[in-house]
């Protein structure tokens, strides 16, 4: 057995340093520090660490990693220890427990292989189908749990479609009582030019006020774009820039969401080959020199947790910004859009109960409803429409008037007929 020693394979650290050290953990009241412990006799010379939990007295000291290595445990060695003995070990010592470690310095540039690569596109194309189609398509895939983001981005897009209709609604709307003012306008010179060829002064004083009153709402319609108008370009900071650095963050999020999911699967990938090797007792050379390929993708995974963890509160962060200015902006916003359209009509309404104008007397002449053809009648072949043409010759060679109309007519104006 003196040669026993000569049947190890030597530990293939795959250019990674190691350096050694020593921390004290407090225990928690559950009599744990909160580590996870992988290797160990009979397959693997060392012990090391999978996994470091949050919340945890070994989290908060925050020296030990994932992939470093345990050699001792109150100056015990563990050396040729199975994790199951090393875990009772830390859990045999009272308040607190001293770890000899060897430090693990990986680059996580070297943990980034095409195999991550991969499997990251893989997870964006997953992203966007139904679990039945990637399990018939054979596609495996890590996923999260009870990820309450996921509604909160759908959140994200109901607001954003609500937003986009809102500023579509509000621009037609002003664009609609524009179009209303320049009618107002319109109204006012038509009936400012019958007012002055009115000869009547009573009618003619009338028809001036009435096109003044219109001419006013339409300056009443015009300031109350210029007051209103600065709401679109508040909705459209929240639609056109909060949003879209929301979005940018998410974009981000979702880089590191999707390369930590993948070194997740890889972690589960190399357990289940380990677990069938183990199965059939055949012996595996990484596991054999160390396992450090596993100690790799398990610091990596650990860093690109850290790095979603960090961009998910990001995230959570900026939509919870965006939720309030959305329950505050909008009611606000909106409201200012309809009291502006209510004082515009208000004025409108006063200006116009101001005075009665009507009815008026006007002078009309013999021949204000006697109307011209603008063209020559066309004959017809038919004789029903040769019937009508004799018709209408027998109406103008007898010359009567449609309406036989004295030299001063009044005439009556209600104001609900306006």
Known sequence: MEFEDDFFFEEDKMGMTITSGNVVIQKDSSNLIGISIGGGAPLCPCLYIVQVFDNTPAAAEGTLQSGDE????????????????????????????????????????????????????????????????????????????????????????????LYRG??????????AFFDLTQVYKAFGDAFAAIGVREPQPRASEAFRQFGEQHRQMEKFGVAMLKAVKPILSDLGTYLHKAIPDTRLTISKYADAKFEYLSYCLKVKEL??????????????????????????????????????????????????????????????????????????????????????????????????????TTGPLQSSVDSEDGDDEEDVKTNENDETPMLDIQESVLLSTEPNQL
């Open 166 to 175: 809102l500023v579509a609604h509000a621009k037609a709307t002003l664009r």
């Open 70 to 161: 345990l050699v001792a445990v109150n100056g015990a060695s563990v050396k040729g220890k199975t994790k199951v003995e090393v875990a009772k070990m830390i859990q045999a010592c009272d308040g607190q427990v001293s770890i000899n470690y060897n430090k693990l310095h990986a680059d996580p540039r070297q943990g980034r292989s095409l195999d991550i690569a991969l499997k990251k596109v893989k997870h964006r194309l997953v992203e966007g189908m139904g679990s039945a189609t990637a399990d018939a398509l054979g596609l495996s895939r890590a996923i999260l749990c009870n990820d309450a983001l996921v509604q909160r981005l759908a959140a994200l897009q109901r607001t954003e479609n």
């Open 271 to 372: 357990d289940d080959e380990e677990q069938s090797y183990a199965a059939l007792q055949e012996p595996l050379y990484r596991v054999e020199t160390g396992n450090y390929e596993y100690r790799l993708v398990l610091r990596c995974r650990q860093e690109a947790r850290s790095r979603f963890a960090k961009l998910r509160s990001d995230v959570l962060v900026k939509l919870e910004l965006l939720d309030n200015k959305h329950v505050q902006d909008v009611v606000w916003q909106l409201q200012k859009f309809a009291s502006g359209l209510a004082k515009c009509h208000a004025e409108s309404r006063d200006l116009l109960s101001e005075s009665t104008l009507f009815p008026v007397e006007v002078d009309l002449s013999r021949s204000a409803f006697q109307y011209k």
